[in-house]
């Protein structure tokens, strides 16, 4: 399996992959990726900011931060000569954008389902990462060289992970979308290092999932749990075990799931609790919206008092928050050293 330049750790990656996907993985497969159930964005709670870059204090330079790193990056390949310099600007831009600009909002969507809350800039992102993929695959056809072969290769990746969080940002645009992602980022499977494989594997199941491929998802979760055994990769396929059971209405064994994983939370791990009780309290919400669907009223008595619950969790993971779990250690496994 070949590296190439990639760079970035793997550490934790998979399980906060896992416990912001069990939200939205919830949903019905009817609904597109952000809508799960009764969940939404809880002004309470914020991203984990301990991953900022160095020189950003806070979330309005980091929206900055972002929003310059785009700019710039499009003017380097607006001004940027043929051949390997724009191959460089372009595969650059379409990372950048993918792995950082787009995060934010991806990582809410799966987090909080915040459909809803669209953002201009992760639309954004998507739309330059494509037009910069585009031109990284002409600017590379001259060029005979090594350095082309691994361009090509990144390439494939960069429009695999397009692929995938246009489906989880809810904008797929054509039914089995999940599937068409899921099957291109297989395709491209040989191309991400050894150590983001556990991750790119449940990208590829959160993408089966939306579509309602429950069966096949599992199979992608029990390959991580079969040779990743021990790890956070195989928590983190656990999670999804719980996102599956809620996906087919066993909202009871998914949130039973979630509380087992809670006692086995260090305290101390702040960050990892309050998103584990966040997704605790959604998957609640999400039990009551269904329950209130009946016109049992016994139903309906059952559905308010998990209602109740859900806000109980919900005070819980305040009081341990407010940062929660978000992707970018997941998406930080696919950069690599620029030229």
Not at 226 to 249: I, V
Request: charged share 25%; glycine share 8%.
């Amino acid at each position: 399996m070949r590296n190439g330049r990639w760079t970035g750790s793997m550490a934790g990656a998979t399980f906060c992959l896992a416990a912001a996907a069990c939200s939205l993985l919830a949903a019905p497969a009817s609904q597109p990726a952000g809508q799960a159930g009764s969940a939404s964005t809880d002004e309470d709670f914020r991203l984990d900011t301990s991953d900022y870059p160095p020189g950003v204090a806070s979330l309005a330079q980091y929206k900055e931060y972002l929003a310059t790193g785009l700019r710039d990056r499009e003017t380097r390949l607006k001004r940027a000569g043929s051949g390997p310099e724009q191959l460089a600007a372009a595969l650059d831009l379409a990372s950048f954008a993918l792995i950082q600009a787009a995060e934010p909002a991806l990582s809410r969507a799966w987090l909080w389902g915040a459909s809803g809350e669209k953002s201009d800039r992760a639309v954004y992102a998507l739309a330059v990462a494509g037009r910069a993929l585009q031109e990284a695959d002409k600017a590379r056809r001259p060029i005979d060289s090594k350095a082309a072969g691994e361009a090509a290769d990144r390439t494939e990746v960069l429009s695999a992970l397009l692929a995938m969080e246009t489906v989880l940002l809810g904008h797929p645009g054509h039914r089995d979308a999940g599937l068409q992602a899921a099957q291109q980022a297989d395709a491209a499977a040989n191309k991400v290092p050894q150590g983001a494989q556990p991750g790119w594997d449940l990208l590829v199941a959160g993408c089966l999932l939306v579509d309602g491929r429950t069966q096949d998802a599992d199979l992608r979760r029990q390959r991580v749990l079969r040779q990743h055994p021990g790890t956070s990769a195989s928590l983190a396929a656990l999670l999804l075990q719980s996102a599956s059971l809620g996906q087919t209405g066993n909202f009871a064994a998914g949130v039973a799931l979630i509380s087992e994983y809670l006692q086995a939370i260090n305290d101390n791990d702040r960050v990892a609790r309050s998103t584990l009780l966040l997704v605790k309290a959604n998957r609640l919400g999400a039990w009551a919206a269904k329950t209130s669907q009946s016109k049992s009223d016994l139903d309906r008595r059952t559905a308010e008092d998990l209602r109740k619950q859900a806000e109980i969790w919900r005070t819980r993971a305040k009081d341990s928050g407010p940062d929660v779990l978000r992707l970018r250690s997941i998406l930080r496994t696919l950069e690599m050293e620029q030229p």
